[in-house]
């Protein structure tokens, strides 16, 4: 019974921030890198953030500067810290994980996928 439960989302002014939490049960956290996707309606599942088991971390140049991707491996807890957030950044946004050593960067590539959390940014 893997779960991965996303946390944090909400209802956000242009300009502000929030830190999602994904809490990671029933496999073993520090084997998997860890990922964020977003999906707004009407369009694609867009890679966000990733974080491998060695710590290294990945961001496209859409969030670069802006968002945090971290991990407490302890906890079974991954984060996704958003600053100066954008209304294009408003989707329901997924916690994923992989075995993969090499991080990718497509959905694809990811074993376990959280349901979700709704992030809203106003104008």
């Known amino acids: 019974q893997v779960q991965l439960v996303e946390s944090g989302g909400g209802l956000v002014q242009t300009g502000g921030s929030l830190r999602l939490s994904c809490l990671a049960s029933g496999f073993t956290f520090s084997d998997f890198a860890m990922a964020w996707f977003r999906q707004a309606p009407g369009k694609e599942r867009e890679f966000v953030a990733a974080i491998s088991r060695n710590g290294g971390i990945y961001y496209p140049d859409s969030v670069k500067g802006r968002f945090t991707i971290s991990r407490t491996n302890a906890e079974n807890t991954a984060y996704l810290q958003m600053n100066s957030l954008k209304p294009e950044d408003t989707a329901v946004y997924f916690c994923?994980?992989?075995?993969?050593?090499?991080?990718?960067?497509?959905?694809?590539?990811?074993?376990?996928w959280g349901q979700g959390t709704q992030v809203t940014v106003s104008s």
């Open positions: 994923a994980a992989t075995r993969a050593i090499v991080v990718p960067r497509g959905q694809r590539g990811y074993n376990y």
